[in-house]
């Protein structure tokens, strides 16, 4: 579900997370969408637990949320973002059925401290351009507002 809060934010919850993308559990990586601004940024959130699957073979002993997860997750707001900066463009037709949104590309990937069980992470995706169907993405994952993951993302829209 999409709605616009008091203060103009607006939000999308996990049903409308799982109307826009095809991933599921344990796969979905993203809890909510806090605020975004169709065409410009994207602002979601994902609350870690201690029973993630990854985290039984992940460093057990000391778990940590694999850094493959975290590109994923920004990818995944990524997506979001795509998908309702499409929804919103004036005269836009969606392919028929919800349209995928790929990851073609990663780059200048870091990762600056690692995501544990009980941390909520936010993730920012910032639209840069879209050049051929190709959208370039500024993405980043953080944790009381310290950087744990960053890079630019690529995607492109397929029909299903």
Known sequence: MTSDTEDGSR????????????????????DRVLDYAPGEWLLARKNVTANEPYFAGHFPQKPIMPGVLLIEAMAQACGL??????????????PDGAPLFYLVGVDGAKFKRPVVPGDTVEFRASLQRVVRGIWLFQADARVEGAMAAAADIRCTMRAV
């Open 81 to 94: 973002l795509a998908f309702v900066t499409r929804e919103h463009e004036p005269g836009a037709e969606l």
């Open 11 to 30: 939000t999308i919850a996990l049903d409308g997370i799982q109307r826009r993308l095809p991933h599921r559990y344990p796969f979905l990586l993203v």
